[in-house]
């Protein structure tokens, strides 16, 4: 599953949440680290939503090694 998020975001097909939004604006986290966790990140874990719809807790580090979480939820129309 890392592999189609992975390239869900290197094409450009993933939205963020207005949650992720207000969250990465006041730690400080960019859209750029927010990708990079996707394209590099590993799953660490995985839960099925309210919706039935599989969600992924992935980790990774950004450039100077602080840790982030940050959460996949690919959905059937192709975008995550």
């Known amino acids: 599953m890392i592999k ?3 390239k869900l975001v290197e094409i450009g097909r993933y ?3 207005k949650h992720a939004r207000l969250s ?3 730690r400080k986290i960019s859209v750029d680290d927010i ?3 996707f394209k590099v ?3 660490i874990d995985r839960h099925i ?3 039935g719809y599989e969600c992924y ?3 990774g580090e950004r450039f100077n090694g602080d840790p982030i979480h940050s959460a996949a939820k ?3 129309n192709g975008t995550t």
């Open 41 to 43: 990140g590993k799953i």
């Open 74 to 76: 690919p959905q059937p």
């Open 15 to 17: 939205r963020l949440t």
């Open 4 to 6: 189609t998020i992975k």
């Open 35 to 37: 990708e990079d966790v």
């Open 49 to 51: 939503d309210d919706f």
């Open 57 to 59: 807790l992935i980790y």
């Open 24 to 26: 990465s604006r006041s």
